[in-house]
């Protein structure tokens, strides 16, 4: 079965630190697609990246990035130089490429960046 | 190109009552799923479309819920006699093909049953 596990609920941050949420998945499948979804407080998800499971390449976008390891079922998302509007709830999530490609959640991190 | 829209944004209602939403897709987009968050956790799977036809629903979605996408554009999402265990944010999100394509999701419907 699959499951996304986010074990950290809460992380506080003084701005301009970095900070990495993390994120281990479980699924039989060989082929799956990993996400960052972020949820600011207005409660609309906003699409950060998607990764398959055949591109292990740690990807960099601005402040962000992302670290995929397959070995050890993680894919973890580091904010470097956190920022006050970097305050959100982030959710990991995993799509199977079998079945309904629907969304599988963690229960997400919630960062607050003090200013 | 304007995103997911979700209609109304907000409803209270008394238990026992019904209440419809309705989600309005990226046009282009011909998946469709719903997803229902209580508070402090993730999204769950509710159900989803392609096109018009409904291709599964979660276990989560009890037969006093009802959802359709007539002419495979907007949704509607139902519950008839709503109960206080539905209180949660209905989310919507759209992708563009078949496969894990990224899902782009609207605003929401949070709803509270009194």
Sequence with gaps: ?115 | DTGVSQDPRHKITKRGQNVTFRCDPISEHNRLYWYRQTLGQGPEFLTYFQNEAQLEKSRLLSDRFSAERPKGSFSTLEIQRTEQGDSAMYLCASSLREGPETQYFGPGTRLLVL
């Design chain 1, 1 to 115: 079965a699959q499951k996304v596990t986010q074990a950290q609920t809460e992380i506080s941050v003084v701005e301009k630190e970095d900070v990495t949420l993390d994120c281990v998945y479980e699924t039989r499948d060989t082929t799956y697609y990993l996400f960052w979804y972020k949820q600011p407080p207005s409660g609309e998800l906003v699409f950060l990246i998607r990764r398959n499971s055949f591109d292990e390449q740690n990807e960099i976008s601005g402040r962000y990035s992302w670290n995929f390891q397959k070995s050890t079922s993680s894919f973890n998302f580091t904010i470097t130089a956190s920022q006050v509007v970097d305050s959100a709830v982030y959710f990991c999530a995993l799509s199977e490429e079998a079945g309904a490609n629907n969304l599988f959640f963690g229960t997400g991190t919630r960062l607050t960046v003090i200013p």
